[in-house]
């Protein structure tokens, strides 16, 4: 008569098919009595395919999704998702086609670019831009016309205030350029 059996465990919460182990015979009982560990049971798990697991609820098996660990991306916003067990793609609204592009939308089958949002990004950025050089100008500019109001001013410091007065115009024009905000041909800094 064998005195170990093997016996197949599961997770306390999930149910989860965890492995199998071995359940000894009870030296204290005449019958055929086994000391089983907890969480486990006697029935053996059904078999699984990819991204599936074994789940033991209500006293029996069953087989579910498993893509934990599989990257996942939403259609809706192209953000990783963290699949649970149970989740499939089709549930939460994702693909496994990754990664998506920068500004990417989901078209049907694969990943498109959204060429509004790209064309809104990239016109922030460039305004951005402009913004801090045109701040960096009228930084420049503000201490050398105070010289030129005060009477102050030499001579290079009023060929500064005019290189940095022409600068700060041709930021002002840069929005004009044919291919704004595509490609920017920015003026050349005075000094540099």
Request: proline share 8%; aromatic share 10%.
């Amino acid at each position: 008569m064998p005195t170990t059996k093997t016996v197949y465990t599961y997770h306390a919460e999930t149910g989860e098919f965890m492995g199998d182990t071995l359940a000894d015979r009870s030296p204290l009982d005449k019958e055929v009595v086994w000391l089983m560990p907890i969480y486990s049971t006697e029935q053996a798990p059904p078999s699984t395919g990819e991204q599936q697991v074994a789940a033991f609820q209500n006293g029996e098996w069953s087989v579910q999704a498993d893509w934990r660990g599989v990257p996942l991306w939403s259609k809706q916003t192209a953000q990783l998702v963290q699949a649970r067990w149970g989740d499939t793609p089709e549930s939460l609204q994702a693909t496994t086609i990754a990664p998506p592009p920068e500004f990417a939308v989901w078209q049907g089958k694969k990943w498109g670019i959204n060429t509004n949002a790209q064309a809104q990004a990239q016109q922030a950025e460039v305004e951005s831009e402009l913004a801090r050089r045109r701040a960096v100008a009228d930084a420049a500019i503000t201490p050398l016309q105070d010289a030129v109001d005060l009477g102050m001013a030499t001579e290079q410091e009023l060929q500064f205030l005019q290189s940095w007065k022409r600068y700060r115009v041709e930021l002002s024009r840069v929005p004009q350029q044919a291919e704004y905000p595509q490609n920017v041909i920015w003026p050349e800094i005075p000094g540099e």
